[in-house]
């Protein structure tokens, strides 16, 4: 069963419109959330993360906001831009000794020009 | 060249083959990871290891075997694989094996006939 769920496998939007990415989990035992980016034929890039401490995160134009009580993590992307088009994986961190990423499975934006 | 290398970048063998995935960090980061990405899941944790110990085995079948030489390189040697094995091979490096940011590599595209 997994712990960690992204649960659109796609998303398009028109370019400089908001982009809003979902994460949800199982776990509460995770203590830090990240996302990552994807490009074709290339690694991911981490993007930005939050301590669980946070409900909120601020970079440019991308956003993450953590709701512990819901175990929902989101990514906002506004304006969006063509080249955001990528996946996009939420990586969670196990808390205690046995730190450890979970990934979901992952969402192809789509950003139309 | 920076950041976390890997090599060969596409790879196909037939089952009966014995190859090696290597792959190469110049972060100076002490932890090293093996995940395995297939079509449509999660990324998969398959090795970790720690200031070159091996510290994390996700039960990967003995077909998959890691190795560690110091803590720049990692390798993977992949011997008798399944048809089910092809998919993206991703190395990564971080700080230490607590730290959540994990620094990927682009990947071995791996297909198994």
């Known amino acids: 069963d997994q712990q960690v769920k992204q649960n659109s496998p796609s998303l398009s939007v028109q370019e400089g419109r908001i982009s809003i990415l979902n994460c949800d989990y199982t776990n509460s035992m995770f203590d830090y959330f990240l996302w990552y980016k994807k490009y074709p034929a290339e690694g991911p890039t981490f993007l930005i993360s939050?301590?669980?401490?946070?409900d909120k995160n601020e970079d440019g134009r991308f956003t993450v906001f953590l709701n512990k009580s819901a175990k929902h993590l989101s990514l906002h992307i506004v304006p969006s831009q063509p080249g955001d088009s990528a996946v996009y994986f939420c990586a969670l961190l196990s808390s205690g000794s046995a730190r450890q990423l979970t990934f979901g499975s992952g969402t192809q934006l789509t950003v139309l020009p | 060249e920076t950041g976390v290398t890997q090599t060969p970048r596409h790879l196909v063998m037939g089952m009966t083959n014995k190859k090696s995935l290597k792959c190469e960090q110049h972060?100076?980061?002490?932890?090293m990871y093996w995940y395995k990405q297939s079509a449509k899941k999660p990324l998969e944790l398959m090795f970790v290891?720690?200031?070159?110990?091996?510290?994390e085995n996700n039960s990967v079948p003995s077909r998959f075997s890691p190795e560690c030489p110091n803590s720049s390189h990692l390798f993977l040697h992949l011997h008798t694989l399944q048809p089910e094995d092809s998919a993206l091979y991703l190395c990564?490096?971080?700080?230490?094996?607590?730290?959540?940011?994990?620094?990927f590599g682009p990947g071995t595209r791996l297909l198994v006939l």
């Open positions: 939050i301590s669980s401490i946070k």
């Open positions: 972060l100076g980061h002490n932890a």
């Open positions: 290891y720690s200031l070159e110990e091996r510290v």
């Open positions: 990564a490096s971080s700080q230490d094996s607590t730290s959540g940011l994990a620094i």
